[in-house]
């Protein structure tokens, strides 16, 4: 995806500019071809829409490049350079957006997008206004600044699964950029030097580095198909580890990740709570206005306590109103506090529903903590966190209960606002 020169070598030098863009442009295709087809058998992954744009965009570019030195250069100067320059711009632009999507899952937001389509649509026209050497570097600023917002973005925002692929990306986008600025260089000098002639100055460096940058667009999209690549393991992961009704963790993807913060507690002498949330009379919620109705209560929950835990926090569905939440680095006292403030919050929720009556619910929450000395098991938490949730529900429920050692404690009770 090179910013490519201005100056056409004669096709009969062994490795000229003919024959590299028409290498270029055929992979390219290629690619597009790929890439799009990925796109439309899965419609749900905009970035992947965003990477077949930015190609497509590319091989546009390419071909209008292709008419340097076959055409006028009254045509192949505003064409083949502020023309392909301002579509550079927009390849880099729809690069950026493709990655943020991957990376963060949300569209173009902020300045960046309206700031780098207005300064396109002014700087290109007005470039004949600049000197004759300063036109090329002027030009290709769009497209600089836009290429090291990517790398920034996928040095900074990169999160798991992506950090591998986003850290190798930004890499090759880096290389990429400082070539860019290098080729840049050469034609200013050689246009300053030997004017628009073409075939005036046939500077090796040119085709080098136009090589080279023809070499790293082919790992722009090796790293865009290994972003799908990674997209979709992690998606098939999720769905083994996931409730599909409600996208909480089911119990057995919640025993793994229990059994490795038991494991770090113990090594390092932290603390580890465990919370176990099940929804009052949610049997007759279900009889009284269909499962439709239970099953928004269930998503609505979910995203109630997503709303209220910490990141590294982890929420799971066991049973059909059952949920267990396991605070890693929580001790008891900090989830006292927690699950008084969830189980405030659910009383005082609502949740829409289709037939534009609000669904309101309660839930009965026990609470346990991992016991001290490392003799504690998964199996002996849950089942005393469990002993706590129906010790709630047995005195009346919409009620918070700690299990000790020796008999539930019963921490909130309606009945005494």
């Known amino acids: 995806m090179a910013v490519t020169g201005i100056i056409a070598l004669p096709v009969s030098s062994p490795m000229d500019y003919h024959t590299l863009f028409v290498t270029s442009l055929v992979s390219r295709i290629l690619a597009v071809i790929v890439l799009s087809g990925l796109a439309f058998a899965n419609r749900t992954l905009l970035g992947l829409r965003w990477f077949s744009l930015a190609l497509l965009l590319w091989v ?65 026209p007005s470039e004949i206004f600049f000197g004759l050497w300063t036109r090329y570097p002027v030009g290709t600023l769009p497209a600089l600044i836009a290429g090291f917002a990517s790398v920034h973005l996928l040095l900074t925002r990169a999160r798991q699964p992506f950090v591998v692929v986003a ?130 209560a269930l998503r609505s929950l979910v995203c109630l306590l997503h709303e209220e835990l910490r990141l590294h926090d982890l929420v799971a569905r066991t049973g059909g109103e059952e949920f267990l939440i396991l605070l890693p680095e929580t001790s008891l006292a900090a989830a006292r506090v ?12 609502s949740f829409g529903y289709d037939d534009g009556l609000p669904i309101c619910i309660t839930a009965s929450l026990g609470l346990a903590e991992l016991a001290a000395g490392g003799n504690d098991t998964w199996l002996a938490l849950r089942r005393r966190g469990d002993a706590a949730m129906y010790a709630a529900k047995r005195l009346g429920r919409n009620r918070v209960v700690e299990q000790t050692e020796a008999s539930p404690v019963l921490l909130f009770d309606p009945g005494e606002r």
């Open 60 to 124: 546009v570019r390419t071909a209008i490049e292709m008419l340097r030195g076959q055409a006028p250069l009254a045509v192949t100067i505003p064409l083949c350079t502020y023309g392909a320059n301002a579509i550079a711009s927009f390849v880099y632009l729809a690069m950026f957006l493709g990655f943020r999507w991957f990376l963060l899952r949300t569209g173009p937001r902020g300045r960046l997008v309206p700031a780098l389509v207005l300064v396109s649509m002014t700087l290109y």
């Open 167 to 296: 850290r190798v990306t930004a890499f090759f986008f880096a290389l990429f950029l400082v070539f860019t600025g290098y080729r840049t260089v050469v034609l200013t000098h050689n246009i300053a030097a030997r004017g628009l002639r073409v075939g005036a100055w046939p500077d090796p460096q040119i085709l080098v580095t136009m090589l080279v940058l023809m070499i790293l667009d082919f790992c722009f999209v090796a790293s865009f198909i290994w972003f799908y690549v990674v997209e979709t393991q992690f998606a098939l992961r999720q769905q083994t580890r996931t409730d599909g009704l409600t996208g909480a963790l089911n119990g057995r993807a919640l025993e793994v990740e229990a059994e490795r913060e038991m494991a770090r507690c113990r090594r390092n002498g932290g603390a580890l709570s465990l919370i176990v949330l099940d929804i009052d009379y949610f049997k007759q919620l279900n009889d009284a206005r269909g499962h439709d109705a239970g099953d928004v």
């Open 338 to 349: 927690l699950a008084a403030r969830i189980r405030l919050r659910i009383e005082q929720s």
